[in-house]
């Protein structure tokens, strides 16, 4: 048994066998739920820039081009661009392959509609290292409170929300009908997150106030964050996701005024 739409052209059914890495995949890609024919944006990066861009049509292909980032010389990390890219933007090369970056990559005026706020909880720690396992206990407990102010707004249910963890930090998604990107939901969302960062940064965890942009990288959960050295006590570590089963989206309008 498939899920009914060409996007997701995987077996779901349940002797379906996935990788840890694939089941996270799908999850993520089931939250953002592409339209058909949608292509999403993905992007490794190594050495500490852009190395790689790949427009994937499926969730076939992406578990293609995960896999294939992964093992790409000097890999720190993969990434998607969530939210929606003008057709200019995402026919810009052959879709399903991995190109150099002089491709180049979205711009936030190829974004044309808004599917999530994002808001990413990094801990604190000193630069050029991995996160201990207390500082990313510390990521994910701002997280945890964030999450439950958020329940507070009487249009937000878990169904809404999908918590991941980066490698070295946490993050929290509401997932929106797709909105128009225009300047004045931008500036709500930045209002947003730094509000959020006035009542629940932490001298352990910090929200981050600049992810604001239509066109944020966000990890490509399933797979590793590899950014920094490895060691047994700051390790690479599994990007993981893990929304409610039964995914709702919220109209942007019922979460901002005046957008």
Not at 62 to 81: H, I, S, W
Request: charged share 25%.
């Amino acid at each position: 048994m498939t899920i009914a739409r060409p996007w997701f052209d995987v077996d779901t059914g349940p002797e379906a066998e996935f990788t840890t890495a694939q089941i996270t995949l799908l999850q993520w890609f089931k939250f953002l739920n592409p339209a058909d024919g949608e292509r999403i944006e993905l992007v490794v990066m190594a050495g500490g820039k852009l190395h790689r861009v790949a427009y994937a049509m499926s969730l076939s292909n992406v578990f293609k081009l995960a896999a294939e980032a992964e093992r790409e010389p000097g890999f720190q990390g993969a990434y998607c661009v969530p939210n929606i890219l003008s057709t200019e933007c995402v026919r810009r090369c052959k879709p399903n392959l991995w190109w150099g970056p002089g491709v180049g990559r979205a711009r936030d005026a190829d974004v044309t509609h808004r599917r999530v706020v994002y808001i990413d909880v990094d801990s604190v720690r000193e630069k050029g290292v991995n996160a201990t396992a207390d500082e990313k206990e510390a990521a994910g407990a701002v997280a945890s409170q964030i999450e439950s102010a958020l329940l507070d707004h009487p249009d937000l249910c878990r169904c809404n929300i999908g918590p991941g963890m980066s490698g070295n930090g946490a993050s929290l998604f509401v997932a929106l009908h797709p909105k128009e990107n225009t300047d004045a939901l931008t500036s709500a969302i930045k209002d947003l997150l730094t509000d959020l960062a006035e009542q629940f940064d932490t001298p352990a965890a910090k929200i981050d106030r600049c992810v604001h942009n239509a066109s944020r990288l966000v990890p490509l959960f399933g797979t590793h964050k590899r950014k920094w050295p490895h060691s047994p006590e700051r390790p690479h570590r599994f990007t993981a996701f893990n929304p409610c089963p039964c995914i709702r989206r919220v109209f942007a309008e019922r979460l901002f005024h005046g957008i």
